[in-house]
């Protein structure tokens, strides 16, 4: 049995789809335990009845069409409109855009491919450094993680049995906190007044970007309103949002064909797919996993050597940020968050915090040297080596571990919005 294990393993290592090395481990684990394999499938169907899981296809569905249309553009434009004059107008606008559309698609690689060609060369117009400009959209591509309707927010809900409205409203004051502290960075790095004095609109040009962009500007409105505001639950904001997004891109504007809308539904469907069967997989080895007491083992050992709080959270933030730097944010969620929230838990970590913490810690290693995907991603859509995305991407990684720092020995930061609106 330890022979079929390693081979598994082996498999892994030679590119192996994820889902199936998980339930093969599960199903191998079972076996060894004498537990009938049927338990495997019970907690796939089980997984499948939660309620919370219905918001992912719909969210997916949704920033799919967004990404597909002209909406990032019309986002930009108006935001340039608005906020261009002041200093450093146009990278506080990309910073915005590329947080408000990640929050919606959920993925950083999204943000970069679909803004990346928009946002450098419009920074290189206005006299920002070819490597300020880079290092800022490639670290601002996973700014919106921590921003509803985050995707990784509503997995990670799932797999904590966490409230996914606490969560939503827990990631704000992190999000808005890492946001300014790179807005002022990038208020020090402005080209200068000269170029901002070519920024303002006038009235009649900002009433037509407006009336551009009318369409996109209710979203967020619906949906934090919506949700807040008691009118409905995050399933069913999920399904309001997907709906809206659809009667706009493809009735009311005609950007989307309706065979582009097959293959969208298409290739948002196979991404849930495959989201499904990763989560449902290891929810089962998570099962397996408890029954064994592995995660309270692996407290009692952790608490032999280290008794401070303070000191877990130190060791913890280490740990995931070389996860965030080898694994996708998706497989990282199903394959670490059951291990490390029991552990967690012992040591007094709010569940709703530590997922804030899980998040920005994964968020911070999509851009780090040396193998962040997120650098990747950009050397491949900059055409630059992606040496030169290291050195790019280094001040705002400075920035974005000062914030975790705070977010970390901070819960309140977190959990204030979540007792006074929870």
Known sequence: MTALKLLTLLFALLGTPLFVVISALALLS?????????????????????????????????????AESRAPERILQLSQTFLGWLPGGLAVVSLAVCALFTAFTGASGVTIFALGGLLL???????????????????????????????????????????????FIAGILPGLLMLALLTAYAITKSPGVATRAKK??????????????????????????GIYGGFFVAGEAAAVTALYVLIVEVVIRREISPAQLVAIMNKSMVLFGGILIILAASMASTNYLIDQEVPMR?????RDYISSK?????????????????????????????????????????????????????????????????????????????????????????????????????????????????
Request: hydrophobic residues 55%; charged residues 10%; glycine residues 6%.
């Open 298 to 302: 692996l407290f009692a050992l952790i």
């Open 30 to 66: 079972f076996h060894t335990a004498g537990i009938n394999l049927s338990a495997v499938i019970i907690e796939m169907s089980r997984l499948a009845e939660t309620p919370m899981l219905v918001s992912l296809p719909l969210f997916i569905f949704a920033g799919t069409l967004l």
């Open 200 to 225: 303002r609109r006038t009235v009649r040009e900002m009433a037509l970007v407006l009336r551009q962009a009318a369409w996109e500007l209710p979203l967020p409105v619906i949906l934090l309103g």
């Open 121 to 167: 060369p419009a920074l290189l117009r206005d006299g920002y450094q070819e490597r300020f400009s880079m290092g800022l959209i490639t670290s601002s591509g996973s700014l919106g993680l921590l921003f509803p309707p985050s995707l990784p927010l509503i997995l990670y809900g799932v797999i904590s049995e966490s409230r996914i409205d606490h969560l």
């Open 310 to 422: 303070y000191t877990f959270l130190l060791l913890l933030n280490l740990f995931l940020l070389i996860v965030g730097t080898l694994l996708d944010i998706f497989s990282a969620l199903v394959l670490v968050v059951p291990l490390i929230l029991p552990i967690a838990t012992g040591y007094g970590v709010d569940p709703v915090h530590l997922g804030i913490i899980f998040l920005t810690n994964l968020q911070i290693g999509y851009c780090t040297p040396p193998i962040g995907l997120n650098l990747f991603m950009a050397s491949y859509r900059f055409e630059r080596p992606v040496i030169e995305l290291y050195r790019a991407t280094l001040p705002f990684i400075a920035l974005l571990l000062l914030t975790l720092v705070v977010i970390t020995y901070l819960p309140w930061l977190s959990l204030a919005l979540v007792h006074v609106l929870g």
